[in-house]
Every structure is written in structure tokens, then in C-alpha cells.
């Protein structure tokens, strides 16, 4: 049974461009919670999603950022017209039951960097 | 509002060495403590966990105890070995939440 599984471990852009960063939950797992971690800062919690439902985007910033979780597919978390300050390591976990973090697990995270 | 506060990095420590890493916390109510661990090229791991004041989490050879008075919730290992070189996170979430609370993790360096 794979991990959860995020790619690309690395995503360079350009300032304007759009990051497109994946999140492949554990097999069984209808839960996704995205992290954002800045440098020197802890990890800050963005979105939590089932599947084609968002239950919670209160850490998300209110532009530019979106995510979704589809029937099929990946979660996909969305950066439109990145900035400098979008440059952070983006941790997805996943979990089998919702509202809780006593089952989740992580991946290795995306690394983003904007030029 | 809900914060976690641990000591920063490197620690450089020589193999069988006494480990602590430092962890306080400001929360309202009673939150559940979490370390968590990343080692090179992996994803985060959960270590050990307590959810209530006097709980002792313990796994693979590393403790943290749940002090209310203190609020700490202090990562301890008698003796390190190489593979434990890794970034050690302190995290929260208070009751009836989801949501992680995170210290800005702590890279241990165990040399042999």
C-alpha cells in the first residue's frame, strides 16, 4: 500500500506563472488536508477536502489559491500568478475518516520556489 | 490564540548521547500534543502522541510527557543512534479539531 503520494518533489516558476501541485491520498482514503510551510515557520493548515467537497478552506488565502478533490484523480491544489512569497514547501495528508488527525499521514511534501 | 514554540536547530548530538528537544505551548482548553518526524526524502511520520495533563507518548525509544502546569510537552531519548538524524516536529490541535498546530521543527544531527 503506497503513501501518500505528492508530485512534483520540486516546482520552479516563474512570477506570474500557475503552480499545479498533486496529492495522491492513501489507497482507501477519502480525506485530504493541505499544509503550508514557510521558511523558518511551522506548517499552517490550508484546506481540508473530501472527495468533491470542500469542508474547510479557512487557511486558504482568499485569491489566487484554490483546491479540489475529484471523484476520480488526484487532489490538486491550485496557485494562479505565483508570487515570491508562495515559494514554501506544501505538505498534503490523508486520512480514512474525517475530522480528525489521529489517523493521518503525510507525504514528502512539494517544494515550490518562484523566481 | 493556539501556538507551539520549539527549540531551534541544528542540535548536533554524538551517538548514545542524552537528546532533548524542547517544546512549550499556549492553547485554550485542553489540547492534544503530537511530535511528529520527518527523515530525509520522506513524508512526516507521527512519533508519539498524548491527549490529556500526565500523559506519557512514547515510540522507538523517545518520550514526551504532557505537563499542563509547564505547558511542555518535551521530546527525550536516552541514547541517539545515527538514524534518528532526521526534523523533529512539535504540533497540537485542540479538542474537537482537525486542524495541526505547528512548531517551525527542530533538525537533530546524530554524528557517529
Known amino acids: 500500500n503506497a503513501g501518500v503520494m505528492q508530485n512534483p518533489r520540486h516546482l520552479v516558476r516563474r512570477r506570474g506563472q500557475e503552480a499545479r501541485l498533486r496529492c495522491s491520498p492513501m489507497k482507501g482514503h477519502s480525506h485530504v488536508y493541505w499544509y503550508r510551510q514557510l521558511p523558518e515557520e511551522g506548517l499552517k493548515f490550508m484546506v481540508y477536502l473530501q472527495k468533491e467537497n470542500i469542508i474547510d478552506e479557512s487557511g486558504m488565502p482568499k485569491e489566487r489559491f484554490s483546491a479540489e478533490f475529484p471523484k476520480e484523480g488526484p487532489s490538486i491544489l491550485r496557485i494562479q500568478q505565483v508570487v515570491r512569497g508562495d515559494s514554501a514547501a506544501y505538505f498534503c495528508?490523508?486520512?480514512?475518516?474525517?475530522?480528525?488527525?489521529?489517523?493521518?499521514?503525510f507525504g514528502s511534501g512539494t517544494q515550490l520556489s518562484v523566481l | 490564540g493556539n501556538s507551539v514554540t520549539q527549540m531551534e536547530g541544528p542540535v548536533t548530538l554524538s551517538e548514545e548521547a542524552f537528546l532533548t528537544i524542547n517544546c512549550t505551548y499556549t492553547?485554550?482548553?485542553?489540547?492534544?500534543l503530537f511530535w511528529y518526524v520527518q527523515y530525509p526524502g520522506e513524508g512526516l511520520q507521527l512519533l508519539l502522541k498524548?491527549?490529556?495533563a500526565d500523559d506519557k507518548g512514547s515510540n522507538k525509544g523517545f518520550e514526551a510527557t504532557y505537563r499542563k502546569e509547564t505547558t511542555s510537552f518535551h521530546l527525550e531519548k536516552g541514547s541517539v543512534q545515527v538514524s534518528d538524524s532526521a526534523v523533529y516536529f512539535c504540533?497540537?490541535?485542540?479538542?474537537?479539531?482537525?486542524?495541526?498546530?505547528w512548531g517551525a521543527g527542530t533538525k537533530l544531527i546524530i554524528k557517529p
Open positions: 504540533a497540537l490541535t485542540p479538542k474537537s479539531n482537525y486542524q495541526l498546530i
Open positions: 498524548a491527549t490529556k
Open positions: 492553547a485554550t482548553g485542553y489540547p492534544s
Open positions: 495528508a490523508s486520512s480514512p475518516v474525517g475530522s480528525t488527525n489521529e489517523k493521518l499521514f
